[in-house]
């Protein structure tokens, strides 16, 4: 059997470690291989100099602190600081110093033990790093992310998620997360969340989360199982997207294919009109119709640009007088700034070319001197306020009796009394045509115009 001290003294020869014995004024007794591969010093070099040999300009208050402890009986906790190598480079270690006693019992030294922290304090680094660059990716995504356990309980959010839900950690541990989720669907989402934590598959859903401000907001939400080397699973990776635009944007989308489909059915059903009612009406058919067509179209291209939303009045008028060229400028505008409602803008458009188009052929604009005035305008009448309109000829051919009636004056009559609900005046006095529509405000112009 090996000797008790024998063993010992194996031990402390084959460690490591740096073992250090040193008597109450810090002179060094005793140097272990340990000590001479961490410090650089040999055991002739350093038994008998002092252990602030060691120890940094800086950190001589270290040792002082020690040696004020191991007289006092104390020993000192293991702690991390820096001392110096034979070199002259600081070494990070960690160092446990104790009290050494004689037989009776009283102090007589210290012993050290110091190890060479460099590779531990790189992988600590690498870790540290690795955890910032994390944090530093988690919180700046543009998604709400969480981890879960393997059960389903969450135990970390990404600082977004916070942001968002205004909810602290405490708050949200676990399946706490369910405050925050919209009472018509909290129980499908547990229900779809807890069978994929069962079977272990991908989880994807949609539903509303409620933002610090109380309002909610659409998210598309997405978990993947992470698995350790035997294939199960460890915990669950989670990101919530806010699709809350993208939501109302197909929504929009959805409602305008909606209205194209409608406003398309309604123009053929316009164009079949006009091309019936022009055959009927005895005039040069392909003629009449290309214009009657070209101006509808004209309308239209106001409409789409804008997205169909309101339309300046003016921009309406100048769209159907376009086809006029030089002739335009026989045209008085005049009236306030309003915007037109997409509605009211198609039967305000087909009366001012059909009768742009007359006055063209027959009218004040078939002469160089002929000249028409375009009026608009809000006036009171009564308790509520109106549109008017007028179109007003002069200095053309002499208007020797009315014109027979056909699909012109239904397109000048009939048609905004019945999409405006408005009344329409028509006259023939001998210096020329005068129309005049009123209507209630309201069925014309937009309420941002108010």
């Known amino acids: ?241 806010d699709i809350t635009e993208q939501r109302a944007a197909e929504h929009q989308i959805t409602l305008l294919l909606r209205e194209v489909q409608h406003r398309s059915k309604n123009m053929l059903a316009i164009v079949q009109s006009i091309a019936r009612q022009t055959s009927k009406s005895g005039e040069d058919f392909v003629d009449r119709l290309e214009r009657r067509i070209a101006g509808l179209s004209a309308n239209q291209d106001l409409l789409v640009s804008g997205n169909w939303t309101p339309v300046p009045i003016h921009e309406l008028v100048d769209a159907q007088m376009a086809f006029l060229e030089d002739r335009a400028a026989q045209i008085d505008r005049a009236g306030p700034n309003l915007r037109v409602r997409a509605s009211a803008a198609e039967a305000i458009a087909m009366a001012l070319h059909e009768m742009a188009t007359n006055a063209e052929k027959y009218g004040a604009l078939s002469v160089p001197e002929g000249r028409v005035e375009v009026r608009w305008d809000l006036v009171a009448s009564g308790d509520e306020e109106v549109f008017r309109m007028t179109w007003c000829e002069r200095g053309g051919p002499p208007v020797r009796e009315p014109p027979t009636r056909g699909f012109g004056s239904r397109i000048l009559e009939a048609v905004p009394a019945s999409k405006l609900n408005a009344t329409i005046a028509t006259e023939f006095p001998a210096e020329g045509f005068r129309w005049e529509l009123t209507c209630p405000a309201g069925a014309v112009r937009d309420a941002e115009s108010a």
């Not at 600081?90 to 030294?109: E, N």
């Not at 989880?203 to 933002?211: A, H, I, M, V, Y």
Request: charged share 25%; glycine share 8%.
């Open 1 to 241: 059997m090996i000797p008790n001290a024998d063993l010992f003294a194996a031990i402390i020869e084959s460690t490591d470690a740096a073992v250090v014995s040193k008597n109450l004024d810090g002179t060094v007794l005793s140097w272990n291989p340990g000590a001479t591969q961490i410090f650089g010093w040999t055991a002739e070099e350093m038994i008998g100099r002092s252990i602030r040999t060691v120890v940094p300009a800086d950190r001589q208050d270290e040792e002082d602190a020690i040696i004020a402890r191991i007289h006092r009986g104390e020993s000192v906790p293991r702690f991390e600081t820096w001392r110096l190598h034979k070199d002259g480079r600081l070494i990070p270690v960690a160092i446990l110093v104790s009290p050494v006693r004689d037989a009776s019992g009283a102090i007589i030294g210290a012993s050290k033990i110091a190890r060479d922290m460099s590779a531990e304090i790189a992988v600590r680094d690498s870790l540290e790093q690795s955890e910032a660059r994390f944090h530093l990716l988690a919180d700046n995504i543009a998604q709400l992310a969480w981890i879960a356990e393997s059960d389903g309980g969450i135990f970390w959010y990404n600082k977004r998620w916070f942001d968002y839900t205004g909810m602290s950690l405490d708050a949200m541990q676990g399946w706490g997360w369910k405050a925050v989720h919209h009472p018509d669907h909290v129980e499908r989402v547990v229900e779809h969340f807890t069978r994929c934590i069962e079977s272990g598959e991908t989880w994807e859903d949609t539903f509303p989360l409620r933002g610090a401000d109380g309002e909610f907001r659409w998210f598309l939400s997405r978990a993947v199982p992470l698995r350790d080397a035997s294939g199960a699973v460890e915990c669950w990776f989670g990101t919530n997207t």
